[in-house]
């Protein structure tokens, strides 16, 4: 920008040198991406530091992100009324006689859990407690176990209504009800490759499988889970169908999980809605914090036109849709090994955009692509949040469970790879049920 202290080089250099020196020192990435703003606004004499808490609070002022403690608070009182028992009941008569039942139960509880909560963390945090322990006394290796956990409470990002498809719609203008439909696909995949993965462990490992459920006790279970199961189909519908907003969906989400937690089921008592609410008060708080402080970053990059600057050398690579695709997928990968999903959207997903449109990729597929690859940042170091909750539980180092989790993580790179040469895969579904919502 003309008349500024500092050029974009420069600029760029303090920001991001500042962001990993704090995170080298450990500093939480929401206060790490505040305290690198501060250099800036002290020395540009046109900025103050009251910039910092103006974009912050700005980046507050969005009806969008109503939705992310909401959604959190359904997972919770998922945990606390019986739902999720219901849902592994189910899951267990679907696929507990497939090899590793009890790990196939894992990946298909996750899936159906990221279908009403859409939060990985939520996700990895109660599969952890269900299932690490379980596994264990069966005879499952521990780095496996962890493994598997962790990556499979990565659906929860992917499947709608998940929590960064409703961030993203919002901070970069895309409709979230094609991002909802755009994710069922890839997630159906990812489920399935998980499945196949923990299908080759058990066999050549000799994990323990459970005796085939009759029709009678498929049918029984499927009864009880039909109303826990309604819930995504409310959730989406809804906003398909224009009958309320992803917020508005987000909130009649929690009053059913409330209905049926002390209507239905009737197990939620008043000090387990007490412990779901803090909880999801403690873990909105942690993830709003990052998207204001990352909003103040991304505003300090635009004043100084960084992502132009940047883009005007990657453009002149000539890359096609396909290199676009894998030069973004490259980024975001790297980027969430680093960073939190949310802060990352709203910074690497603003810097990336323009690219996309110059070479005419859809806004859903460019979405999906940074959706896909932020995710596998939850399992992987320095960041692996998902991962470090699972081990947290286990009580196990992170470093013993990475060899594992490097190769279930393989298919889900195929799938990924699958995203970027085939528009079609996510694309299919807004272009047959709303065309509208594509770019």
Request: aromatic share 10%; proline share 5%.
């Amino acid at each position: 920008m003309s008349g500024t202290l500092l050029t974009p080089g420069l600029a760029a250099a303090i920001l991001f040198g500042g962001f990993f020196l704090m995170l080298a020192l450990r500093v939480p990435v929401a206060f790490a991406l505040g305290l690198s703003c501060a250099p800036i606004l002290m020395l540009e004499p046109r900025l103050s530091l009251f910039i910092l808490v103006q974009e912050t609070f700005n980046a507050y002022n969005s009806f969008i992100l109503l939705a992310v403690p909401f959604f959190l608070l359904t997972a919770n009182l998922m945990n606390v009324g019986g739902i999720t028992d219901r849902l592994m009941t189910l899951s267990r008569g679907l696929v507990g006689h497939f090899p590793g039942g009890l790990a196939q139960i894992n990946v298909v509880l996750s899936f159906f859990f990221a279908g009403i909560s859409g939060s990985s963390t939520a996700d990895a945090a109660s599969q952890s407690k269900i299932f690490i322990e379980a596994q264990r006394k069966e005879g499952y290796d521990d780095s496996f176990s962890v493994a598997i956990t962790a990556v499979s409470a990565v659906l929860a990002v992917i499947i709608p209504p998940s929590i960064l498809m409703i961030v993203w719609g919002g901070v970069l203008s895309v409709s979230i009800g094609g991002l909802f439909l755009a994710g069922v696909v890839p997630g159906i995949l990812i489920a399935g490759v998980q499945m196949a993965t923990v299908h080759a462990y058990a066999v050549r490992r000799g994990y323990p499988t459970y005796p085939r459920s009759t029709w009678r006790q498929l049918a029984c279970a499927f009864a009880v889970s039909v109303p826990a199961l309604m819930t995504p189909l409310i959730i989406i519908g809804g906003k398909l169908f224009g009958w309320f907003t992803a917020t508005e969906s987000a909130c009649i989400a929690v009053l059913y999980a409330g209905a049926l937690s002390l209507l239905v089921y009737r197990e939620m008592k008043l000090p387990g809605l007490w412990d779901s609410l803090v909880d999801s008060g403690r873990l909105a708080a942690i993830a709003l914090f990052c998207v204001g402080t990352a909003s103040a970053f991304g505003w300090l990059l635009a004043y100084y036109e960084i992502p132009r600057v940047l883009l005007e050398g990657v453009q002149g690579w000539g890359m096609g849709a396909i290199g676009t695709g894998l030069f973004i997928a490259g980024v975001f990968l790297i980027t969430g090994c680093f960073l939190d999903a949310i802060p990352a959207i709203i910074i690497v997903g603003a810097i990336l955009q323009p690219l996309t449109v110059s070479v005419g990729m859809d806004p859903i597929q460019f979405a999906m692509i940074g959706i896909v690859a932020l995710a596998f940042g939850l399992v992987t170091p320095p960041y692996g949040l998902c991962l470090m909750i699972a081990c947290s539980v286990a009580g196990m180092r992170m470093a013993d469970a990475l060899k594992d989790t490097m190769i279930m993580l393989i298919p889900m790179l195929a799938v990924l790879f699958l995203i970027i040469l085939w528009p079609s895969l996510v694309l299919f579904l807004p272009r047959m049920i709303s065309p509208e919502f594509l770019g």
